[in-house]
Nanobody
Framework: QVQLVESGGGLVQAGGSLRLSCAASGRTFSSYGMGWFRQAPGKEREFVARIRWSSGGTYYADSVKGRFAISRDNAKNTVYLQMNSLKPEDTAVYYC??????????????WGQGTQVTVSS
């Protein structure tokens, strides 16, 4: 059984930084992609960033490009999302996901439980 466990959310002021972590277990992810989605109150879940596990290739939503960085630690089976220059509109529940890569898209097969990120103005 695949498990994705997120951590690192919290409350931060606008302009601040947070780092989210997602620890994966239950299978090997060498042929998979992993990434982050987010869902703000009253809005649909949206893609944030993804990384190809084997090569480390990354792809970002335009709204976070240049501010967020996704990375992975193969030895720890962990994916990170470094979030800098945070804005109030980044406030959301952030979900870790693992799944197939279709071009630039991550098609999730597995989801984490979510972690809340709140950015105050």
């Amino acid at each position: 059984q695949v498990q994705l466990v997120e951590s690192g959310g919290g409350l931060v002021q606008a302009g601040g930084s947070l780092r989210l972590s997602c620890a994966a277990s239950g299978r090997t992810f060498s042929s998979y992609g992993m990434g982050w989605f987010r869902q703000a109150p009253g809005k649909e879940r949206e893609f944030v960033a993804r990384i190809r596990w084997s090569s480390g290739g990354t792809y970002y939503a335009d709204s976070v490009k240049g501010r967020f960085a996704i990375s992975r630690d193969n030895a720890k089976n962990t994916v990170y999302l470094q979030m800098n220059s945070l804005k109030p509109e980044d406030t959301a529940v952030y979900y870790c996901a693992a799944g197939r890569l279709v071009g630039t898209r991550l098609e999730p097969d597995y989801w984490g439980q979510g972690t809340q990120v709140t950015v105050s103005s």
